[in-house]
């Protein structure tokens, strides 16, 4: 099993920033993907953005240009930089990490969360 431990995430204020930090354990033999996705209450989980472990990463449209992602494969660890947060960031966070274990078993497992919150 691979499991994923999240930090980094508290109360800030809208236009500050925040780091958040995931970090995967357990029996790794290639992380192929690494992700940050988001729930706020009512809505449905959604991707924030995504890093291959060849560092192609991709982000919604919502995150453009103020999230950056970036990854330590040798640390198995992904972070998240928010810059100029928003109110309408508030979410709980989860990593979700995508590859193969055990070989050649695959795995898909995610964080427990985080919760961002941005006050205005």
């Known amino acids: 099993q691979v499991q994923l431990v999240e930090s980094g995430g508290g109360l800030v204020q809208a236009g500050g920033s925040l780091r958040l930090s995931c970090a995967a354990s357990?029996?790794?033999?290639?992380?192929?993907?690494m992700g940050w996705y988001r729930q706020a209450p009512g809505k449905q989980r959604e991707l924030v953005a995504g890093?291959?472990?060849?560092?192609?990463?991709n982000y919604a449209d919502s995150v453009k240009a103020r999230f950056t992602i970036s990854r330590d494969n040798a640390k198995n660890t992904v972070y998240l930089q928010m810059n100029n947060v928003k109110p309408e960031d508030t979410a709980v966070y989860y990593c979700?990490?995508?590859?193969?274990?055990?070989?050649?078993?695959?795995?898909?497992?995610w964080g427990q969360g985080t919760q961002v919150t941005v006050s205005s």
């Open positions: 979700n990490a995508v590859g193969v274990g055990s070989y050649p078993q695959y795995f898909d497992s």
């Open positions: 357990g029996r790794i033999f290639r992380i192929n993907v």
């Open positions: 890093i291959t472990n060849g560092g192609i990463s």
